[in-house]
């Protein structure tokens, strides 16, 4: 390494990242390659022989751009956000040039430290319990993605539970959550060995805005404990992946704990929203919560990856997932005084993503990350308005965030033809490449999803996005009255 090297380099490559977010509207956002596209455009093998920064960049310009559909374009209304900022990016800079392992506290002790700070600093901000701060049993952990938290979250309560009541017991555990739950939980299932019959996806429709109805949740419950099984996960989602939707947490804590079952909160998406006062009583519940997850890199400015866990007890998650091998020994982890996130994760080794959140949280101010999250709020409801406004199509599920679940409604014709042309429509919209939305199916019904939350939207881009799906749905109901 030779900084002299990486000084010019390092320049180039940020002039390059800078043009890219200057012209970034120019690129279709979904990208139009098809598969294999790479394969004829690239050598079949490395050079022998160095080549230059300049010959890469052209080729990432020429070869790879074309098959980058662009998450932080902002023309982007697809799934949910991913999140970049220059703060964000300026954090994933400094920890790619430090490069640390911070497995134990040992192998870099400031990366163990911020990460404990920031996530308490988080934990504030989102007014969670104190027991979730690292000052107490508790504490937060970066994970990688919010499905690494659900699985060591499910590890950590299936352990707890076999210690108390035997191993054998493993095929007797039930987990319980909505059919409207993120399919994270039901790789934890498969991952963590719990049998396939005991993951319990309780229906939740249209009645109760698809959330998971406590009523629902107690029957299944006493249905298993009278045939013997023993109930001991339930994961509530705030804000759920196809529409937003939030579980009754309160009702459902109160469940978990009158039955002794460990209590996670999945608020991947919508958490990031609860840093703002009148978001805030959506995770009204959570002091009843075992754990509690957002993913910072959705919708909180920080680069991928950068899911923050938190856990009442720590300890839990230390007895499933602890290993200590003799060649980690070190006089700090043997005292017990410190942190070592290696116990609180699936890999040993670990990035130091804390400097990320930590730019993000210092560089913004609250002040700044809520008025972020009110303006996509304030975008999302202003396309709730025009779809109201129009009366070919109709929104689907009340909008809470900033996702609106709409549909075009065909004049006559059953929930098949329906569904039909709302798949034609989500095709014709994101073949433009000029937006990219993406869909769902709830009640059976083909919804179209559109997710405001990219950092660069403005008003115009919504209401362009918006003309555009209604010129193509009306040269498709041309085509299908003809
Ligand atoms: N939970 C919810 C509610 C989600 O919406 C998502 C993804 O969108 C996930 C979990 C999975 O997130 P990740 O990609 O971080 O595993």
Redesign the pocket.
Known sequence: MDAEQLRENGHRMVDFIADYYKTIEDFPVLSQVEPGYLRNLLPSSAPDDPESLDQVLEDVQANILPGVTHWQSPNYFA??PSNSSIAGFMGEMLSAGLNIVGFSWITSPAATELEMIVLDWLAKLLKLPEEFLSTEQGGGVIQG????AILVVLLAARDKFLHRIGKNALNKLVVYASDQT?S?LQKACQMGGIHPENYRMLIAGASTNYALSPDVLKEAISHDISKGLIPFLLCA?V???SSASIDPLLSLGKIAEENGIWFHI?A??AGSACICPEFRPYIDGVELADSFNM?AH?WFLTNFDC?ALWVKDRNALIQSLSTNPEYLKNKASQTNKVIDYKDWQIPLGRRFRSLKLWMVLRLYGSKNLQDYIRNHVNLAKHFEGLVDQNPRFEVVAPRLFSLICFRLVPAEGNLELSNKLNHELLDAVNSTGKTFISHTVLSGMYILRFAVGAPLTEKRHVDEAWEIIQAQSSLLLERFST
């Open positions: 799934y949910y993605t919010a499905s690494e993120h994270s989602t804000g759920t992946t999945d991947a998406y993913n959705k899911s």
